[in-house]
């Protein structure tokens, strides 16, 4: 069962530790609290960017949602 809201879904989500995440579903998270710390713009614009590139067309959401991997959703914050 492939999750079709992937296809439309625009949202990054920045964790409370200051990582970015592509995708809720999954265990990939992008470190944006060092450039940030170091006031390193070209580097924050490239974790930003990469990001934004490794988020899937689609998810199988029901997969991730019956073996979640990495930290749980609700622990990302926000």
């Given at each position: 069962?492939?999750?079709?809201k992937?296809?439309?879904?625009?949202?990054?989500?920045?964790?409370?530790?200051?990582?970015l995440?592509?995708?809720?579903?999954m265990p990939?998270?992008?470190d944006?609290?060092?450039?940030?710390k170091?006031?390193?713009?070209?580097?924050i614009?490239q974790a930003?960017?990469?990001?934004?590139?490794?988020?899937?067309?689609?998810?199988?959401?029901q997969?991730?949602?019956?073996?979640?991997?990495?930290?749980?959703m609700?622990?990302?914050?926000?």
């Amino acid at each position: 069962m492939s999750d079709t809201k992937c296809l439309t879904c625009n949202k990054l989500r920045l964790t409370s530790d200051g990582a970015l995440k592509p995708c809720l579903l999954m265990p990939e998270e992008v470190d944006l609290l060092s450039p940030i710390k170091s006031r390193n713009r070209p580097a924050i614009l490239q974790a930003m960017t990469k990001a934004f590139l490794e988020r899937p067309d689609r998810y199988d959401a029901q997969t991730a949602l019956e073996k979640p991997v990495g930290r749980p959703m609700q622990a990302t914050g926000g």
